[in-house]
């Protein structure tokens, strides 16, 4: 619980817009609480930019909980910081010492265009989510829910690609940035459980393509992604993905053979 | 104001059933022609938006958050309520209705709930179908817990992560009828302003978060789903951005809203550290199962290292004062005595604004009789969380907790059909005031969104459109619409240039934050609230002097969104005061001082018992009371004692 204060410098990234060129620009942060968030750290500095007529530091935030996955930034080259399986939000200025300068830059990706500052464009998630990561059931069409045993152990693996919060991390630090880790979690989950098998085939393969006309790049296998979660998704899923690829490049649930973009 | 709840009559268990066959329908040819705003992408807002999307109707869907993701539903850690039964335990759909309107201590509508306890089996069925992971039994059949407020293990849940998995297949819902076309998603999209037309909701105006672009959309209705106002207390367990922007808006256009001062406080939470702190965790209360709660029985020794306070000097005060329930007493007891004890200057841990906020919650018995491999398989996930926040090892020294606001029970007034004051403008979810009464039961959030989300406005909303049928055109260059833009702009242009600016937004939300906390918190009297009354509007209006906006409207501006939800939360505040002095009465959240008998909360069903409806009446701080009388047919008021 002890308290001490600390003296840092941020070199941040500017930028004011997607296609306006940017810059790293020096900030002290003094007098900062080892009990302050990494997000609260950023706060101050805010604050005491806005009072003095200075343009705040743009950066994503919102349940500061660790679990919507609207923040993240890369810290000297970390993507989320120092802390492992910790979003930047949950990240305490305890992990830090006094006279430290920090690198602060926003996911870089061609996937994730720069919006301004540390703010980026994830938009193509939705858009990978939007190609098939679902399971087609009508509301209210849906029989008892303990009609269809689902074995723990699948359901608990199930649980473990669904605990994927949608970050970005994965793909920032990837060499390739490749939104793998991403989009095999979720065609994990739908797969493993007996409600996703109808859509489980066109599923992958449509996923997969538009996670490459997002202009993602492919997986080799580097690990980075798993190392730089902040919910420990698993590096496994990525093989199960790619299990799942080569089976409906020779099989199809609609007979539908190619992408629906 | 007129205020006709439209509830069906006779038995309640068939009432859902006979409304639904009474209720106008829209054929589906006829669907596609019908125009729908659904205003936020969480349980609520999210589930009707996919739901209304995949029956035909046109929907463009707004959140502000980058994704419909993101929404705040997603951090409800516990779980979900359904009468399934399945742990053959005595549950049913009445057992439910009846917790929830004794858990709501009496202040909610007894049809409303009812119809929430029937829909909860359906919900569970919809999400399983989506493939939400919940947790099983080694059978391969679905698991439950046991949760607060009820004698029977009903609630459903996936991990620490039921709101997530819940959130993320009505997102995945959603994502396929945006897939589909049927719904327009507009992300990083705040509403500030509602377009009323002909006495009905017929649009909003929006700003766009990227580019600043102001412009409206038009529509045949309206539904928001933006969840709660907790936020006026600045800290709270809320997201950052949770505001009550679209409510309030709807509000000041002629929306009641309904029992403002109703908020739930939860008593386990990591304390404050500081002046710079921007939100509150919580921790699941399960930890009171095993943890002791005490302070140091002397003043001075609250500077001690806990592990030095010998047992002589610790106060255990739940277990001294609440012997039949000691630890485990409800949420809004245990929030109240921690305060109390706080108050006679025996709280610890870090000052903060010249006070100790902070009790211990002590696992140093549990582990010694259980060990603390037990211990971490019970709440491991929960200690390095801890550990993560506060920087204390829990398992060598107590955890210190305090209560925070977490859920806002109050809300637009709505009817049975979930329709405000404003003909065409529903409300569902957190952000209507229809289901929790004075009190919401854990695990009942995710219950009430999912149930208004996917199956209440999926088919009201039909209801309406049926009985309006056509509604004339609306044009974006008509003089109702372009007042709303007008008036939106204006409003910018104000909060950017304030004519002495000195401090940015947070400034003055902090402020309002303390003298709500302070006295319109967890515990109330007259005098505070008046005063309250007196300083809310003196900050209102210094905020409008010197608050500091940089930068331009045209461009991402965090301050600019941040300034705007401010100046609504430093009106919504003195509503909360006004309601709160006015209901004479301690009930739920809501514990007058003046109301108590032994430290009990003290009801008054003779002259409180209905729904406090407030009407805007053209300026903050006047606002006029109406009165939603509550019968009770199936459920008998009784007193609450946990003595």
């Known amino acids: ?261 | 104001m007129q205020l006709r709840s439209n509830e069906p009559t006779g038995p309640i268990e068939h009432r859902w059933e006979k409304h639904k066959e009474s209720s106008k329908l829209v054929a589906p040819a006829n669907r596609r022609k019908y125009n729908i705003i659904v205003v936020g992408s969480g349980l609520a807002g999210g589930a009707a938006a996919a739901s209304l999307g995949e029956m035909g109707y046109n929907v463009k869907c707004f959140c502000y958050q980058d994704s419909p993701r993101r929404a705040h539903s997603i951090a409800a850690q516990g779980g979900i309520n359904a009468a399934k039964n399945y742990q053959n335990d005595g549950d049913s759909v009445f057992r439910l209705f009846y917790d929830t309107v004794k858990g709501g201590d009496f202040r909610s509508r007894e049809s409303n709930v009812y119809r929430l306890a029937q829909l909860s089996t359906n919900i569970i069925d919809q999400a399983v179908a989506q493939g939400v992971p919940f947790a099983r039994e080694y059978g391969g059949l679905l698991a439950n817990r046991s949760f607060g407020g009820a004698q029977v293990s009903r609630t459903f849940y996936a991990r620490g992560q039921t709101g997530q998995q819940l959130l993320l297949g009505a997102y995945q819902a959603l994502s396929r009828q945006i897939e589909a076309g049927k719904v327009e998603m507009m992300a990083r999209t705040e509403m500030l302003d509602l377009i009323v037309h002909d006495g009905r909701a017929r649009g909003i105006v929006t700003r766009c978060l990227k580019t600043g672009k102001v412009e409206p959309h038009i529509a045949d209705m309206v539904v928001l789903c933006t969840g709660g106002y907790g936020n006026v207390f600045y800290l709270s367990t809320n997201a950052k951005g949770c505001n009550c922007m679209a409510i309030w808006r709807a509000h000041r256009h002629g929306a009641a809203f309904a029992n403002p001062c109703y908020t739930q406080i939860h008593p386990t939470c990591i304390p404050q550290s500081g002046e710079y702190q921007s939100k509150l965790t919580l921790m699941s209360e399960s930890l009171r199962n095993d943890g002791r709660v005490w302070v140091p029985r002397n003043k001075e020794d609250v500077t001690k290292r806990p592990e030095d306070i010998p047992e002589k000097d610790r106060f255990y005060y739940l277990e001294e004062r609440y012997p039949a329930f000691g630890n485990l007493v409800p949420r809004d007891v245990a929030s109240r005595n921690a305060l109390y004890v706080t108050n006679e200057g025996l709280g610890v841990g870090l000052e903060v604004d010249g006070e100790r906020r902070g009790v211990y919650l002590d696992f140093s018995d549990a582990i010694k009789r259980l060990g603390e491999q037990t211990i971490r398989e019970r709440y491991g996930n929960l200690f390095e969380m801890y550990e993560r926040i506060a920087g204390d090892n829990p398992y060598k020294t107590p955890m210190r907790i305090y209560p925070a606001t977490h859920y806002t029970m109050g809300g637009l007034w709505v009817d049975y059909n979930l329709q405000t004051t404003i003909p065409g403008l529903f409300a569902g979810g957190e952000a209507n005031f229809s289901d929790h009464g004075a009190n919401r039961l854990g695990a009942s959030a995710l219950m009430q969104g999912l149930a208004d989300g996917y199956f209440v406005l999926p088919f009201t909303v039909g209801n309406y459109l049926g009985e309006v049928r056509t509604l004339p055109e609306l044009a974006e260059d008509h003089p109702d619409v372009k007042k709303a833009v007008g008036s939106v702009e204006e409003r910018i242009h104000k909060l950017m240039n304030a004519p002495d600016p000195k401090h940015a937004p947070e400034y003055f939300h902090r402020k309002l934050g303390r003298i709500i906390w302070s006295k319109c918190g967890m515990s109330r009297n007259k005098e505070g609230l008046e005063e309250a009354l007196r300083e809310i509007p003196k900050l209102r209006d210094r905020f409008w002097r010197e608050v500091k906006v940089v930068g331009s409207g045209a461009e991402l501006n965090q301050t600019l969104e941040r300034a705007g939800r401010v100046a609504d939360f430093l009106e919504l505040g003195e509503l909360m005061c006004i309601d709160a002095l006015q209901r004479e009465e301690s009930c739920g959240g809501h514990f007058r001082e003046e109301h108590e008998e032994n430290g009990e909360a003290l009801r008054d069903d003779e002259q409180f018992s209905y729904v406090s409806a407030w009407e805007w009446t053209g300026a903050a701080g006047e606002p006029r009371l109406n009165q939603e009388p509550l019968s009770f047919e199936y459920v008998k008021p009784s007193k609450r004692s946990y003595k």
């Open chain 1, 1 to 261: 619980m002890s308290e001490e204060l600390l003296n840092l410098t941020l070199h941040v990234w500017r930028q004011d817009g997607p296609s306006q060129p940017g810059r790293f620009e020096t900030h002290p942060a003094t007098g900062i609480s080892t009990h302050m968030s990494f997000l609260e750290m950023l706060d101050v500095v805010n604050e005491d930019l806005i009072e003095k007529g200075k343009s705040p530091i743009a950066f994503d935030y919102d349940c500061r909980e660790g679990i919507c996955g609207s923040c993240g930034m890369v810290v000297n080259g970390v993507a989320h910081g120092p802390q492992r399986l910790t979003t930047i939000c949950q990240l305490h200025m305890r992990q830090f010492n006094d006279g430290d300068e920090l690198w602060l830059e926003p996911w870089r990706a061609s996937g994730f265009p720069v919006v301004k500052d540390l703010v980026v464009d994830r938009s193509a998630f939705d858009r990978i989510v939007q190609a098939g990561g679902y399971i087609s059931i009508r509301t209210g069409s849906a029989t008892e829910a303990n009609e269809m045993p689902v074995a723990k152990a699948m359901a608990d693996q199930a649980m473990d690609a669904a605990e994927c919060i949608g970050c970005g991390a994965c793909v920032a630090a990837c060499p390739n940035a490749s939104a793998s880790l991403f989009t095999a979690a979720k065609i994990s989950h739908l797969s493993l459980l007996p409600q996703g098998q109808a859509e489980r085939l066109d599923r992958a393969r449509n996923m997969v393509a538009q996670m490459d006309a997002e202009g993602f790049g492919g997986c080799t296998n580097h690990g980075e992604c798993e190392a730089a979660c902040p919910k420990g998704v698993s590096l496994r899923w990525i093989a199960r993905m790619n299990r799942e690829v080569v089976r409906s490049a020779v099989k199809s649930d609609s007979g539908v053979k190619t992408a629906r973009r």
